[in-house]
């Protein structure tokens, strides 16, 4: 669209809202001085419509499912999207979390301000996925923004757990768990800022991998804070997970993420065994605020089948991992309102692919955000009060401390060869109430992440699997690597999973 040239009174309003000193007589200059370049806007608008791409989306299929074929209210919107018959996904069905791009098929990211968009481009992810034959079955609902662990927090209403529908299923990838563990697919794209695909495969039982930052592309997808955005693999077992991640990993020379991402062989090690590997159980990741005795009672039952195995089991401390969860705040706070606020839904600075029709949209509606749910708000006023108070400092302080927590678990890795705790302290929890106040829908959002959200900004690969249920619910056990070694973590995990000790799939 052509931008209008500003008024006079623009001027001054501009002026004030930025601080600076422009006296009213001189601001017929400073108009004409802007307007004059504003021709060089359209110009650089008109080429880059040329340029784009013809969109993949013209004739795609998409439909709302009924609530009857949608119990869990899993699934945000139902396709059929298949490009070719062979390839290693050749007859699978992929779910797509809803934050990921589907051209020609809706993504409203859980909120009220996309509700209605389109995107005219797949992800990357997608592209490989249709790539090697699979079927995109649909999108999956997440939670509002992508900004809770629970799953209560969507615009269209909470996820409920296949395996007790009025509790949390985990989120934000909480469509993409449920369908999963409800058998309705195998296989599931989920994205991890704070643990979003690892707490939900927590709560769902299944198997759900956070790759090496950088490792799959995330272009295409929308962003929270560009230093930990992650997307990958939700499953049922450990080999399609690693299968999956083959598929979508590797550069795909657009993402800036992912400069110096290396790709490993993740299915060559799955029968290899646990004899002789070093696994480090982190002190500090049990009995944590709100941890349940019987998950950490559940998680040390894996780690001692671990050692029958054949694996070198051993307490490690990690005094810094306590620390985790404060130094992912301001990232986590700042970092989002800069994206979601002043960045219009995706954030600037860097060299990324930019779905302009989406960002767009976000500025146009981005009134909408009034309407959010409580967790979201209370996160952008947290942001705002701490911005005002110090700029962007205590977001740099929190980058600089993001390094000596990293250096502390690499450390440690060089004596392990993975690190492990539970992924959540505690069990699902029940869905809060349609009346809920903010103070119950923030503690649901929140009380899940202090284990896995420290991984998210140091960048190691982490994997949630599933070790047994308790009170009809499941635990989860989480395995950490070295930078780029999800090959290791898969040779542990299908270890583990190979024992049948970890959980039964739903009957039907």
């Given at each position: 669209?052509?931008l209008?040239?500003?008024?006079?009174?623009?001027?001054?309003?501009?002026?004030?809202e930025?601080?600076?000193?422009?006296?009213?007589g001189?601001?017929?200059?400073?108009?004409?001085?802007?307007?004059?370049?504003?021709?060089?806007?359209?110009?650089?608008?008109?080429f880059?419509?040329?340029?784009?791409?013809?969109d993949?989306?013209?004739?795609r299929?998409?439909?709302?499912?009924?609530?009857?074929?949608?119990?869990?209210?899993a699934?945000?919107?139902?396709?059929?999207?298949?490009?070719?018959?062979?390839?290693?996904?050749?007859?699978?069905?992929?779910?797509?979390?809803?934050?990921?791009?589907?051209?020609?098929?809706?993504?409203?990211?859980?909120?009220?301000?996309?509700?209605?968009?389109?995107?005219?481009?797949?992800?990357?992810?997608?592209?490989?996925?249709?790539?090697?034959?699979?079927?995109?079955?649909?999108?999956?609902?997440?939670?509002?923004?992508?900004?809770?662990?629970?799953?209560?927090?969507?615009?269209?209403?909470?996820?409920?757990?296949?395996?007790?529908?009025?509790?949390?299923?985990?989120?934000?990838?909480?469509?993409?768990?449920a369908?999963?563990?409800?058998?309705?697919?195998?296989?599931?794209?989920?994205?991890?800022?704070?643990?979003?695909?690892?707490?939900?495969?927590s709560?769902?039982?299944?198997?759900?991998?956070?790759?090496?930052w950088?490792?799959?592309?995330?272009?295409?997808?929308?962003?929270?804070?560009?230093?930990?955005?992650?997307?990958g693999?939700?499953?049922?077992t450990?080999?399609?997970?690693?299968?999956?991640?083959?598929?979508?990993?590797?550069?795909?020379?657009?993402?800036?993420?992912q400069?110096?991402?290396?790709k490993?062989?993740?299915?060559?090690?799955?029968?290899?065994?646990?004899?002789?590997?070093?696994?480090?159980?982190?002190?500090?990741?049990?009995?944590?605020?709100?941890?349940?005795?019987?998950?950490?009672?559940?998680?040390?039952?894996?780690?001692?089948?671990?050692?029958?195995?054949?694996?070198?089991v051993t307490?490690i401390?990690?005094?810094?991992?306590?620390?985790?969860?404060?130094?992912?705040?301001?990232?986590?706070?700042?970092?989002?309102?800069?994206?979601?606020?002043?960045?219009?839904?995706?954030?600037?600075?860097?060299?990324?692919?930019?779905?302009?029709?989406?960002?767009q949209?976000?500025?146009?509606?981005?009134?909408?955000?009034?309407?959010?749910?409580?967790?979201v708000?209370?996160?952008?006023?947290?942001?705002?009060?701490?911005?005002?108070?110090?700029?962007?400092a205590?977001?740099?302080?929190?980058?600089?401390?993001?390094?000596?927590?990293?250096a502390?678990y690499?450390?440690?890795?060089?004596?392990?060869d993975?690190?492990a705790?539970?992924?959540?302290?505690?069990?699902?929890t029940?869905?809060?109430?349609?009346?809920?106040?903010?103070?119950?829908?923030?503690?649901?959002?929140?009380?899940?992440?202090?284990?896995?959200?420290?991984?998210?900004?140091?960048?190691?690969?982490?994997?949630?699997?599933?070790?047994?249920?308790?009170?009809?619910?499941?635990?989860?056990?989480?395995?950490?690597?070295?930078?780029?070694?999800?090959?290791?973590i898969?040779r542990?995990?299908?270890?583990?999973?190979?024992?049948?000790?970890?959980?039964?799939?739903?009957?039907?």
């Amino acid at each position: 669209m052509s931008l209008p040239p500003p008024t006079k009174d623009d001027i001054l309003s501009l002026a004030a809202e930025l601080g600076l000193e422009v006296a009213e007589g001189d601001a017929e200059a400073y108009r004409e001085a802007i307007a004059g370049v504003l021709p060089a806007y359209d110009a650089m608008s008109a080429f880059a419509a040329e340029q784009a791409p013809p969109d993949p989306g013209a004739g795609r299929r998409h439909w709302l499912p009924t609530p009857t074929d949608n119990p869990l209210n899993a699934w945000a919107v139902r396709c059929a999207v298949r490009e070719r018959q062979d390839g290693r996904l050749a007859g699978r069905r992929v779910a797509i979390k809803d934050s990921v791009m589907v051209a020609g098929v809706p993504m409203a990211n859980g909120s009220n301000i996309l509700d209605g968009y389109v995107p005219r481009s797949d992800a990357t992810i997608v592209r490989r996925l249709l790539d090697e034959g699979a079927e995109i079955a649909g999108k999956t609902t997440c939670e509002y923004l992508c900004l809770s662990g629970g799953s209560h927090t969507s615009w269209t209403g909470p996820v409920g757990n296949p395996r007790k529908p009025d509790h949390t299923t985990g989120g934000s990838s909480s469509g993409s768990a449920a369908v999963v563990a409800a058998g309705e697919v195998d296989l599931a794209i989920g994205a991890d800022q704070a643990g979003s695909i690892r707490m939900p495969a927590s709560f769902s039982g299944i198997v759900g991998l956070k790759p090496t930052w950088g490792l799959v592309p995330y272009t295409g997808c929308a962003p929270i804070e560009s230093t930990f955005d992650h997307v990958g693999p939700m499953t049922a077992t450990v080999a399609d997970n690693a299968l999956l991640l083959d598929v979508i990993a590797g550069p795909d020379g657009i993402d800036p993420r992912q400069a110096g991402a290396v790709k490993g062989d993740y299915l060559g090690g799955l029968s290899a065994g646990v004899k002789g590997m070093r696994i480090g159980v982190v002190t500090e990741g049990f009995g944590i605020d709100g941890a349940e005795p019987d998950v950490d009672a559940g998680v040390r039952r894996a780690l001692d089948t671990l050692a029958r195995l054949g694996a070198e089991v051993t307490e490690i401390s990690l005094p810094l991992h306590a620390l985790g969860a404060a130094i992912w705040l301001p990232i986590g706070t700042e970092g989002l309102s800069h994206t979601l606020m002043e960045g219009t839904g995706f954030g600037v600075s860097r060299l990324d692919a930019y779905p302009t029709d989406l960002m767009q949209w976000y500025h146009d509606r981005r009134g909408g955000m009034a309407k959010a749910p409580a967790n979201v708000k209370t996160f952008l006023m947290l942001a705002r009060h701490v911005i005002r108070q110090a700029g962007y400092a205590k977001y740099g302080e929190a980058i600089n401390a993001a390094r000596s927590l990293r250096a502390a678990y690499d450390a440690a890795l060089k004596d392990c060869d993975l690190l492990a705790m539970p992924t959540t302290p505690m069990k699902a929890t029940p869905l809060p109430p349609a009346d809920a106040g903010p103070a119950e829908v923030i503690r649901r959002a929140t009380e899940m992440f202090a284990n896995t959200c420290p991984f998210d900004v140091t960048h190691h690969p982490a994997i949630s699997l599933p070790c047994g249920l308790s009170d009809g619910l499941p635990i989860g056990l989480m395995l950490v690597g070295r930078h780029f070694d999800e090959a290791t973590i898969y040779r542990a995990a299908a270890a583990y999973e190979g024992t049948g000790e970890g959980l039964a799939p739903l009957p039907g």
